[in-house]
């Protein structure tokens, strides 16, 4: 923030917990003046959050969708028409379709795996052929990210293939319940993560932080979910920490919470 201040920074870029934190602040538009463009990429940003910047600055937070498999972009959610949620449409020279299971593209709307062709697709792994073959199908990049595409082309990250909670047969994607609990005004942070379970396999498990100053406990944070989410997406556990864990980018790591349990 005194960067910010004292050298007139007029464009910001942070992954979505930045945006989270400086939101928790209280800042007032005053505070980030000298800004005309703010851009968040590496994680999903949640919905909600991007809602409650554009309502308290004015702007909106632009995001992009890439894998160091594709450098940089291959999508953009573009200054002319911004559409909260989406990472944009693809830019110049890529494609971008949504495929099933079986490598077949499916009907606009529908989830499946975001699929990418252009030119700064890779050539492959090195020294990694099946690694390689098992990625790049049929001339199409496989990112391991489950979404959808409008009408319009803009396209909507759901989660990580390897991150959906399988319980009981039951597709459950913790970035819909990430989204969802965002929602409620207590809520700073919160990761959602799948637990082994013996009779369902898995569990919806929650770790959430408040934000500074609040109160909630976790019967109220699972009244709230059994109220507005389908009862098998709401978390059948809920832990109320002080912090997640994150990368040095500030990236929320999900996968020390599950060897965490």
């Keep these: 923030m ?6 007139g920074v007029t464009m910001f870029f942070a992954v979505p917990t ?6 928790d602040m209280n800042l ?4 980030l003046a000298s800004i005309r463009y703010e851009f968040s990429a590496a994680a999903t940003m949640p919905q909600e959050i991007s809602a409650q910047w554009t309502e308290r600055f004015g702007r909106p937070v632009y995001e992009g969708y890439g894998l160091t498999e594709c450098s940089p972009f291959a999508c953009y959610n573009h200054d ?5 949620g989406s990472v944009g449409t693809p830019v110049e020279n890529y494609e971008i379709k949504i495929f099933d299971e079986n490598d077949q593209e499916l009907p606009l709307g529908e989830w499946g795996e975001i699929c990418i062709r252009g030119p ?3 050539q492959g792994y090195w020294d990694k052929p099946e690694e390689t073959a098992e990625t790049l199908r049929n001339g199409w990049l496989h990112s ?13 990250i759901v989660d990580r293939v390897k991150d959906m909670i399988n319980m009981a047969g039951m597709k459950i994607w913790p970035a819909e319940v990430e989204q969802f609990l ?9 990761a959602v993560y799948g637990i082994p379970d013996p009779e369902k396999g898995e569990l919806v498990k929650a770790a959430i ?12 944070i699972n009244a709230f979910c059994r109220e507005k989410l389908a009862v098998y997406k709401a978390p059948a556990v809920i832990d109320i920490v002080e912090e997640l864990p994150k990368s040095a980018t500030g990236k929320i790591l999900k996968r020390i919470l599950r060897d965490q349990g």
């Design 2 to 7: 005194a960067s910010i201040r004292n050298d």
């Design 18 to 23: 930045i945006y989270i934190a400086l939101l």
């Design 28 to 31: 007032s538009a005053d505070d």
């Design 80 to 84: 002319f028409k911004h559409k909260f």
């Design 120 to 122: 700064g697709v890779m």
């Design 144 to 156: 391991g990210d489950i979404g959808n595409m409008d009408e319009e082309g803009y396209v909507f």
């Design 182 to 190: 965002y929602s409620h005004p207590t809520i700073k942070e919160v």
């Design 209 to 220: 932080v408040l934000k500074e100053g609040q109160a909630a406990t976790v019967d109220e």
